[in-house]
């Protein structure tokens, strides 16, 4: 018998082992296995980072500062924020603006749409 089926965060390989998505890239939660390259393709990633052109989970404050969530369907090489980190209000999807700036004297802000 062989295995069809791995557990999440796992692709099935050309030998019906799982192998871990961590093998393609930190952070990747959904991969599949390449036969014809031996690799694992990491193809979505934990919420705090996005997938870049590379194929590699990348932070999203790395791309748009002080970024804590990012749109793991945000076009390549673009990843949309969802969530700015706190005493941030999101702009729009690629800015995030002290609150301060926005509100004067302010501290904290809430994001409303």
Do not use: K
Not at 5 to 26: K, R
């Amino acid at each position: 018998m062989d295995c069809s089926n791995c557990e999440a965060t796992f692709a099935l390989n050309n030998v019906n082992a799982c192998i871990s998505c961590s093998l393609a890239t930190s952070n990747c939660t959904t991969c599949t296995f390449d036969s014809l390259s031996n690799t694992t393709i990491c193809s979505a990633c934990t919420a705090t980072y996005y997938l870049d052109q590379t194929q590699t989970c990348t932070l999203c404050n790395t791309t748009i500062s002080f970024c804590l969530l990012c749109d793991a369907n945000a076009v390549i090489p673009f990843a949309g924020c969802t969530q700015c980190q706190d005493t941030y209000l999101l702009i729009d999807s690629l800015t995030c603006t002290a609150c301060a700036i926005v509100y004067t004297n302010c501290t904290a802000c809430n994001q409303t749409d």
